[in-house]
T-cell receptor, first 116, second 111 residues
């Protein structure tokens, strides 16, 4: 299994600013995933982050808007840049409990972002 | 959604009845997982079914997988008011490092 923590748990930001979300895992993992959940919607994969390489972004998500760092095997950050009210969402990180993709996929508690 | 759809989008039943939710996906998978999310809260993992499995049980939950139809179903038997939540299927793709969610079903169990 994997225990994931995220910081901050929630934040209220002004438009035009940026927010960096931290994700910490209690074990070493190769891949970490970042998701966005807009109000009342399902989870949408933003990007997959491997340690030591650039993140792979899904269609509709770009590095300039969602830069990701992955400095080691237990930690990652997602920055949401140049915030607009449309970025108000819950952001979640996720890892596999074993060797992806064979095991349970675990999720952090999420970061609830409100942009004014 | 990125990978597939769930139906129904919303389901309202009486306590004690069974609830069935369906999930369809688009590409070959390694496994499919079901999650529950209570309003505004975190994801709770319910069950994982691998691509070479056809049915799994866990308590009041029964999951089936039909890879030829690229579909899965989640059955909750003898539902309780506490089962009221959104339910999501998610698929781990076979050849790609992707884990995609379906659109979700909102279940309301009336006491």
């Amino acid at each position: 299994s994997a225990v994931i923590s995220q910081k901050p748990s929630r934040d209220i930001c002004q438009r035009g600013t940026s927010l960096t979300i931290q994700c910490q895992v209690d074990s070493q993992v190769t891949m970490m995933f970042w998701y966005r959940q807009q109000p009342g919607q399902s989870l949408t994969l933003i990007a997959t982050a491997n340690q030591g390489s650039e993140a792979t972004y899904e269609s509709g998500f770009v590095i300039d808007k969602f830069p990701i760092s992955r400095p080691n095997l237990t930690f990652s950050t997602l920055t949401v840049s140049n915030l607009s009210p449309e970025d108000s969402s819950i952001y979640l990180c996720s890892v596999n409990g074993g060797d992806y993709p064979t095991d349970t996929q675990y999720f952090g508690p999420g970061t609830r972002l409100t942009v004014l | 959604s990125q990978q597939g759809e769930e139906d129904p989008q919303a389901l309202s039943i009486q306590e004690g009845e069974n609830a069935t939710m369906n999930c369809s996906y688009k590409t070959s998978i390694n496994n499919l997982q079901w999650y529950r999310q209570n309003s505004g809260r975190g994801l709770v993992h319910l069950i994982l079914i691998r691509s070479n499995e056809r049915e799994k049980h866990s308590g009041r939950l029964r999951v089936t997988l039909d890879t030829s139809k690229k579909s899965s179903s989640l059955l909750i038997t003898a539902s309780r008011a506490a089962d009221t939540a959104s339910y999501f299927c998610a698929t781990a793709l076979y050849n790609f490092n992707k884990f995609y969610f379906g659109s979700g079903t909102k279940l309301n169990v009336k006491p």
